[in-house]
């Protein structure tokens, strides 16, 4: 059985940073593409950075340069570094796994003025 588990939200203030971790059980984040998620309020989740098998890591525009997906295969922990937080960017932020297509249970970012 796959669990993602996602911890170090919170409320921030603009310009902050926080780094989400996501524990997983049941999956090698070595082995199997990785993504964190994020879900606005009243808006679609979408995918915002992903990190593959070999390492390659994607980011959707609005956070290049400014988030940072990475992990650690000694933890089997997957880490969403995020600076220079937004009004935006705040919402329900989930681990995602390609394996068996499992999602955490989400985490609640605020980002305040």
């Known amino acids: 059985q796959v669990q993602l588990v996602e911890s170090g939200g919170g409320l921030v203030p603009v310009g902050g940073s926080l780094r989400l971790s996501c524990d997983a059980s049941g999956v090698s984040v070595s082995l199997s593409p990785m993504a964190w998620a994020h879900q606005a309020p009243g808006k679609q989740r979408e995918i915002i950075a992903t990190?593959?098998?070999?390492?390659?890591?994607s980011y959707t525009d609005f956070v290049k340069g400014r988030f940072t997906i990475s992990r650690d295969n000694a933890k089997n922990t997957v880490y969403l570094q995020m600076n220079d937080l937004k009004i935006e960017d705040t919402g329900v932020y989930y681990c995602h796994t390609g394996y068996r297509e499992s999602w955490g249970q989400g985490i609640q970012v605020t980002v305040s003025s």
């Open positions: 990190i593959t098998s070999g390492g390659d890591t």
